[in-house]
């Protein structure tokens, strides 16, 4: 009973996501649906990649994750499965798997051109039902890696890279979670390979420079601070409060590590 | 394993939702529980039936579909279970399933009267629960359709038949997507019978003559168009933004759709 | 095939949800899961408290209920495992359980200090992740109940009994549901220990006393009023309007219930 997870930015007021697990349960009746999340901000691939990278390693191995961020729909983006030592990631090539696929030992992948594994007629405008879905289920049935197409290598996009400089380190936010915390695409590690935690600032937009503690209660309720997340990516936070509407950050914001002088 | 969706305004926050589940894999443990949603506006039958319409075909036949929108919960309205080449359709028969009706080849009704298949006490304000959740149920496990009551002219309504008219044809907003896009009662399909649709302009509430596009990408971004969705029906849209917000349109807004003078 | 019912206020923009899905599939593949709500106002004890009430009872004898809204992780608070005739209830002993077990016939309960039910490395900030899902899945799984750890007695919380004095019962809200309901800690059947419920006059935070009817048509649209919800527990409501909107009332807000004087 192999488990397909289901992460895209459709909303859940609409009948969308309904229509991709039908279509699977269609194929492969007897899978687990299991959904991460459906509220991604739409179109916003560094948000749904990141919210897969905290998740999939918690799923056993073997599982089928498909992710369904895509606003290149309908151009010419290649459509992609991906094989690695945890399981299987189906999607637009656009970047979204990069963080997994970074933490991962190995993987392959392939061009889903496969018309087997498609619905007829193919819509130009949702692909998630047409296209990834069925991929996912016949992978999840037992399909040969080997018949959805011919081999690819996926994009690694440049946000899940942050920039080294002279002065620091440039990221960007990646993420924003309910409650208002600012995920950056920089890790504790990548800092801690330059410097120690503690002689580090951190300077998100146009706000003022941030201490990095390990901790919210290392500063007073409503004061910004810089802290590594469970997920061991260095976040934006306030104590007790929204970073994103207190300092008026948004995905995309770049965030700026500097080393403080001795 | 049967599948049973379930569709309703209960929201997401309470645990309206997970009772009718609870109820259903009492009677039914074997059951697979797929969510269509559950932010329909609240009473809202139109977008429910809308909502319905775009996702029941992708599911396999004989699919139990438990739809619960039900302003008329505790009156007189009579509570119906539909079969249909498609599956099965659960729920008030105040018209919720006339989109999917108007759509199938042919349709049998049942009224849900008989006591066996509800539970006791039988609330008069959450017949999710107690009565349409268990029909559904019962279904799934394949009791007899016969058993569930005596048979019914299921509800059509006005709302999934726009009127023709001399100069045109007038019809409503049913659906607003997450996205704002404003989906009316008409098909691009009844549009052509008339005319060709490049003829047409679509004039929603008191905004101004629209085109009628086959692509977004034919006004510029910020410009409102019509054009046909994916479901077939024809929606009012703003490439790039939200045509609800921008243009103050909500469900039931008037849609007129005029062929231009030669 | 047990059920795992899964409540908390993580809500569904992040992958916090998902990640508890995969450690309980990956321990317990068998098992069915059924969301009950993660909408739950973040680290609302009570909230969640009374969600879970409305909702466990109508789950099969054996299903298991976890329930992560904890805003002392990483405290000294302790987790537990509860044991009744209707099932297993998992989380932190905060007072979550209270109103479930006030309705139970009896109760056994456990302090979850077994570490082989735990994922290493514990982290400080994320137990449903890494101790409460994995003791619900070993609990579905069958793992014996004395194993999970030494027993304990489970906190009762002051929220959910209401205060009886000489002017009447003092309660607060506890829950705010889609509609705007707000739902009070106190039930009918309280009330009716005292005096008929026509003769009691509701008085929630600052705002007017409101009488106490069986049904809302007993006012006018947009008047407020007090009846007994499907929950059995007082709620204040306003006739088609949002009480907790146009009376200002908020979860924790004080409701007075005065016998008029005859």
């Not at 390990?214 to 936070?237: H, K, M, W």
Request: charged fraction near 20%; glycine fraction near 10%; charge should be negative.
């Amino acid at each position: 009973m192999p488990i397909v997870t289901l992460l895209s930015d459709f909303g859940l007021q609409d009948g969308y996501v309904a229509c991709m697990k039908g279509v699977i349960l269609g194929i492969a009746p007897e899978v687990d649906l299991v959904d991460v999340s459906h509220l991604i901000a739409p179109q916003d691939v560094r948000s749904a990649g990141f919210v897969l990278f905290t998740a999939y390693r918690y799923f056993p191995p073997g599982t089928v994750h498909l992710a369904v961020v895509d606003p290149g729909v309908g151009t010419e983006r290649k459509a992609i499965a991906v094989r690695t030592e945890s399981g299987f990631f189906v999607g637009p090539d656009n970047g979204i798997f990069s963080l997994v696929l970074k933490n991962e030992a190995g993987f392959e992948a392939r061009n889903l051109e496969n018309a087997d594994f498609q619905l007829r007629p193919l819509s130009s405008t949702f692909h998630g039902r047409d296209l990834f879905a069925p991929a996912a289920a016949h992978i999840a049935r037992g399909a040969s890696f080997d018949l959805l197409g011919p081999e690819t290598a996926p994009m690694i996009a440049q946000w899940s890279s942050p920039v080294r400089g002279k002065s620091g380190i440039e990221g960007e936010i990646i993420h924003i979670d309910r409650f208002g915390n600012c995920i950056t695409n920089v890790t504790l590690q990548e800092i801690a390979k330059v410097h120690l935690a503690s002689a580090w600032r951190v300077k998100a937009g146009q706000g003022p420079e941030l201490p990095l503690y390990d901790t919210y209660s290392r500063v007073q309720p409503g004061n910004a601070l810089a802290l590594a997340g469970s997920s061991g990516f260095v976040e934006i936070a306030v104590n007790r409060g929204n970073a994103a509407l207190n300092l008026g950050l948004r995905i995309g914001t770049a965030v700026y590590f500097l080393l403080e002088r001795a």
